[in-house]
């Protein structure tokens, strides 16, 4: 070891020589995933040109070889391409390992993850992996010596690099530019795939989004919206907010895994064509509680105005949002009453860091014991089956399926125990769903109270189809996998507001986070002016008494729900 680093600081190489070197390295190993995707693209097509085939990786060399050359300061030489290359590293073991780019949403995501949730990628995998294409090439360009020539002649060899490299991308420009073009126009996601200079340009929009536009004066939507509702009974909604799960893993939508073996029995609706506003937390979660739709939906908007929680407390509900999930509510409980689960070791049902769903079992019991309002509406914001470590998402004596997949470096596992390992996770969700059934329909047995359960999952998760894992990806390219997500509907027999068998007939019907604004406040019975009946996913089955309450005008569709509830 002595003799090779003495060997590398008898290395003497220009600062030329050196960029040249680490450029190629960035270019031809950290940016695989980009030249295999952008080749393979180019390959699929029926003609395509061999020689702008060739032509993909020296753009590339060229193009980076220019943007560094210009911050290849005397100084910062080696400081910055050691940076380059560790920051590569990492995104290029994401990419490789989980598929995942850093495209914004990524960046957003990964800066508000919590340290529990990072660490979660941390494994022996992820170490060596960093080691060998991370710390050993940075260490070799820290060991190597730069020799200097004098100022005039430094930035003439610098000039002559820059220029050389500017007439190599002119050339390849302006002889390919209509393939270059036609290219990157069917194929929009091969860009994020760049590092690691798409992630700067992300991170730039993020910063200047998030830190340098003045915030937005709070917009309240409704000053004075009410619920009407009879008064003689107590009504309450449990709003459960999965994580990470996918509508295709559930049994309820035909998978062929008895996945929801706790709640099939017990006459929930599931709606098995429900997708998603985003493919992250961070988006998804005040998106989908958001006025605003996907198509218009920014989250600094929509921070600036009230939200369907908001819209409901307002109206005079009780309203209680417990968290066992550690990236938190993401402002859309910041104006109510938020529990947070404490991850203490002393809860055996945590483990210090996280806790299985159950234990969001205990502050539900002791509010269902504690009602203060006619109306109340509890949001239950699981942990569900966040990855890569799916294992720690549910019990050892819950584990339906084996074998499973007990470790986070989920890509090492077989196909097999891999998706064991995460429809364990779907089926502990489901048995966490039916404790909270079973306990709301005691509450409705036991005193004169309406109760309902919703249950909506934030995004969907990959598990290697195609070679991408977890989440997060841009959803303009994002699979099926992320996006279509499971939503599922209960309520008490004394219930007649929904008509269960009208939901269930229709619930193959076409919905999106778009409709759950609409919708909870629909279960809620708020009337307000954010309501809108069009993205009401139930009022084709809601009661004629019940839309009456509302005063909502459309004639026409109490005539079809007559039809519908005979």
Not at 96 to 121: H, K, P, R
């Amino acid at each position: 070891m002595i003799k090779l680093i003495n060997s590398l600081k008898n290395i003497k190489l220009t600062t030329n020589q050196l960029l040249i070197i680490s450029c190629a390295y960035l270019t031809l190993i950290l940016n695989l995933p980009f030249l295999i995707k952008a080749s393979s693209a180019i390959t699929s097509l029926e003609n395509y040109n061999i020689y702008f085939l060739i032509s993909l990786p020296i753009f590339l060399l060229s193009l980076t070889l220019f943007l560094q050359g210009f911050l290849a300061f005397r100084w910062i030489t080696k400081p910055l391409l050691i940076f380059m290359i560790n920051v590569s590293a990492l995104i290029f073991y994401a990419t490789v390992t989980y598929g995942i780019v850093f495209d914004y949403g990524m960046v957003q995501n990964t800066l508000e993850t919590d340290t529990a949730e990072a660490l979660s990628y941390f494994n022996i995998y992820a170490v060596g992996f960093y080691l060998l294409f991370g710390l050993l090439p940075s260490w070799m360009v820290y060991c190597v010596k730069l020799t200097y020539k004098s100022f005039p002649n430094e930035l003439l060899s610098r000039l002559k690099l820059l220029s050389v490299n500017f007439v190599i991308i002119f050339l390849i420009g302006s002889i390919f530019y209509s393939n270059y073009a036609a290219v990157g126009r069917n194929n929009r996601d091969l860009i994020s795939y760049i590092v690691p200079y798409k992630m700067f340009d992300a991170s730039y929009k993020f910063v200047r989004n998030h830190y340098f536009y003045p915030p937005l004066k709070f917009q309240v939507l409704d000053t004075n919206p009410t619920i009407v509702r009879d008064d003689i009974k107590k009504h309450v909604t449990v709003l459960v907010l999965g994580e990470t799960a996918r509508a295709m893993s559930f049994s309820l939508n035909g998978y062929d895994k008895p996945t929801n073996q706790y709640t099939e029995n017990q006459g929930v609706v599931s709606f098995s064509n429900m997708t998603s506003c985003g493919t992250a937390t961070a988006v998804s979660v005040p998106c989908m509680f958001s006025r605003l739709n996907k198509g218009d939906y920014s989250k600094r908007i929509a921070t600036a105005q009230q939200n369907a929680i908001d819209i409901i407390h307002l109206a005079g509900a009780d309203v209680l949002w417990v968290s066992n999930n550690n990236g938190s509510c993401k402002g859309v409980c910041t104006r109510v009453k938020n529990q947070q689960i404490i991850t203490s070791n002393s809860n055996p049902l945590c483990d210090g860091e996280t806790c299985f769903d159950e234990a969001l079992l205990t502050p539900l019991r002791v509010k269902l014991k504690h009602l203060t309002h006619n109306n109340t509406l509890i949001v239950l914001h699981m942990m569900g089956s966040h990855g890569p470590t799916y294992f720690k998402r549910y019990p050892k004596n819950k584990g339906l399926f084996l074998p499973d997949c007990q470790r986070s470096d989920i890509q090492n596992c077989s196909e097999d125990e891999l998706i064991n390992t995460y429809d364990n996770s779907i089926a502990y969700t489901d048995f966490v769903l039916s404790e909270i059934i079973t306990e709301m329909s005691a509450l409705a047995a036991k005193e004169s109270v309406e109760t309902s359960v919703l249950y909506i999952s934030d995004h969907g998760e990959s598990l290697g189809e195609k070679g991408v894992y977890l989440h997060g990806l841009p959803y303009a390219f994002a699979p099926d996998e992320q996006t279509h997500i499971p939503m599922i509907y209960w309520n008490d027999s004394q219930q007649t507001d929904f008509n269960l068998h009208c939901l269930d007939r229709m619930s193959a019907k076409p919905l999106t986070h778009d409709n759950v604004f609409d919708t909870l406040l629909s279960i809620m019975s708020v009337r307000s002016t954010t309501y809108s009946e069009k993205n009401d996913s139930f009022i084709s089955c809601k009661s004629p008494s019940a839309i009456a309450r509302i005063e909502i005008n459309i004639e026409s569709l109490l005539l079809t729900n007559l039809e519908n509830t005979d």
